[in-house]
């Protein structure tokens, strides 16, 4: 599987983002895929994972209620729709895929083999 992230951009405070994660090869359907960041300096952390069929979702406490992770398993894509977007959300921003099965869903970054060459967010005061 080949990832390829695309979407982020400079926006505002308040401001809303959404990230595509675009897959070629037939496995996608049947990886997890997560989204990760990392901003400059720290090291690179779970945002949110949906599992193989998207029943399941995972999101880090500092996102809940306000990004949303889906996927759309015929087009081979994965999506972070990023609302109310603060200062501290700035950071590259990756997608990961790892083969699973049914709802396992997976945090680490360890547990990832496959990703995107990440997007760059840029959330100013």
């Known amino acids: 599987v080949q990832l390829q992230a695309f979407g982020g951009g400079a926006v505002q405070a308040g401001g809303s983002l959404r990230l595509s994660c675009a897959a070629s090869g037939r496995t996608f359907s049947r990886c997890t895929v997560g989204w990760f960041r990392q901003a400059p300096g720290k090291e690179r952390d779970v945002v949110a994972v949906i599992s193989r069929s998207g029943s399941s979702t995972y999101y880090v406490d500092s996102v809940q209620g306000r990004f949303t992770i889906s996927r759309d398993n015929a087009k081979n894509t994965a999506y972070l729709q990023m609302n109310s977007l603060k200062p501290e959300d700035t950071a590259v921003y990756y997608c990961?895929?790892?083969?699973?099965?049914?709802?396992?869903?997976?945090?680490?970054?360890?547990?990832?083999?496959?990703w995107g060459q990440g997007t760059l967010v840029t959330v100013s005061s």
């Open positions: 990961a895929a790892v083969q699973t099965i049914l709802t396992d869903l997976r945090i680490s970054e360890h547990d990832y083999n496959y």
